[in-house]
């Protein structure tokens, strides 16, 4: 039994990945944001020891959303919330009937949006 309620993935995420150009002014190569397609998902809040088991003790606490499986996602993809983008960390998938994928995301550094 899925101890998720699907009436909770109220949020939509864009998810993507990255597209690199060089600016013609200054000749550096800049890397943004490109969206491909967008989920509802919901915050998923977790324990000290979860966030250890998931991430390691040394590591800072991360976010982590509930999307209904998709088989599309893997650790190359990059999530967007709330105009900031992330990369996947962790990625908890559950190929299940009505199943959730919990994803842990961290900040996607050096990635701009398009």
């Not at 990255?18 to 000749?27: A, D, L, R």
């Not at 915050?43 to 998709?70: C, E, F, P, R, W």
């Not at 992330?86 to 990625?91: A, F, G, L, R, V």
Request: proline share 2%.
């Amino acid at each position: 039994m899925n101890k998720y309620n699907l009436s909770s993935f109220k949020k939509r995420a864009e998810f993507g990945e990255t597209k690199s150009y060089e600016n013609e002014n200054t000749g550096v190569t800049i890397t943004q944001f490109a969206p491909k397609w967008s989920l509802f998902y919901c915050d998923i809040n977790y324990s000290i020891n979860t966030a250890i088991t998931v991430l390691g003790a040394n590591q800072t606490l991360y976010k982590m959303i509930g999307i209904k499986h998709n088989p599309k996602i893997n650790s190359q993809v990059l999530v967007k919330l709330d105009g900031v983008i992330y990369k996947i960390k962790n990625d908890e998938l559950d190929e299940r009937v009505n199943g959730v994928d919990v994803l842990t995301l961290e900040d996607a550094k050096g990635v701009e949006e398009e």
